[in-house]
């Protein structure tokens, strides 16, 4: 059972990041996806959530109306499009499903001139 993400970088404030999140090792279309967010010294953040069909979705506060969330089912994989990219987006991002308990190993965004 694994999760791994990708798509993370560097970008410039203004700029956009497609995270992937790609499962592997169990039957990823019976379950729903979170996407947190962890910055230094400070305390996990909830970002966003899609339901296991992905008729359902939404979006922390902090990032509400710059992000996407979706899902491939043939891929096993659910994406994360984040646009207007600003410095406080600063962090290690993680995909993880509550009801496993699996979480992915992060991927780095950095939002820097």
């Known amino acids: 059972v694994q999760l791994v993400e990708s798509g993370g970088g560097l970008v410039q404030p203004g700029g956009s990041l497609n995270l992937s999140c790609t499962a592997s090792?169990?039957?990823?279309?019976?379950?729903?996806m979170n996407w947190v967010r962890q910055a230094s010294g400070q305390e996990r953040e909830f970002v966003a959530y899609?339901?296991?069909?992905?008729?359902?979705?939404h979006y922390g506060d902090s990032m509400k109306g710059r992000l996407t969330i979706s899902r491939d089912k043939a891929k096993n994989t659910v994406y994360l499009q984040m646009n207007g990219l600003q410095f406080e987006d600063t962090a290690v991002y993680f995909c993880?499903?509550?009801?496993?308990?699996?979480w992915g190993q992060g991927a780095q965004v950095t939002v820097s001139l």
């Open positions: 090792g169990f039957a990823f279309n019976r379950y729903s």
């Open positions: 899609i339901s296991h069909d992905g008729g359902a979705s």
């Open positions: 993880f499903i509550p009801s496993l308990g699996v």
